[in-house]
Nanobody
């Protein structure tokens, strides 16, 4: 599965951005779609994930209440609405697919994700 992320950019603190991620191949019902981010000099960290079939979601504590993940089943896309952005949200954002072969719950573990997009830069100025 190839993933193409888009929608990054420069925004002032308190502003909003919407990221999108499109898949090149059909997303199967057991798949999970996730967003991770990596700031300069830091490890790639989990942001949020959604189950393709049920639409269940999981958020990191740092974005809960500000970010919202959603899926567009018809377009096979996953979106990330980011509100109340802060300078600490500055990072390259990556979308990822977890094939979830064993039908386990959503996870924040980076190693569990099988395919990754190329990333899109989000910069929040103070």
């Amino acid at each position: 599965v190839q993933l193409q992320a888009s929608g990054g950019g420069l925004v002032q603190a308190g502003g909003s951005l919407r990221l999108s991620c499109a898949a090149s191949d059909p997303i199967l019902s057991n798949y999970h779609l996730g967003w991770f981010r990596q700031a300069p000099g830091k490890e790639r960290e989990f942001v949020t994930a959604i189950s393709w079939r049920e639409g269940n979601t999981l958020y990191s504590e740092s974005v809960k209440g500000r970010f919202k993940i959603s899926r567009d089943v018809a377009k096979e896309m996953v979106n990330l609405q980011m509100n109340s952005l802060q300078p600490e949200d500055t990072a390259v954002y990556y979308c990822a697919v977890r094939q979830n072969r064993y039908r386990t719950p959503l996870t924040a573990l980076r190693a569990q994700y099988d395919f990754w997009g190329q990333g899109t830069q989000v910069t929040v100025s103070s």
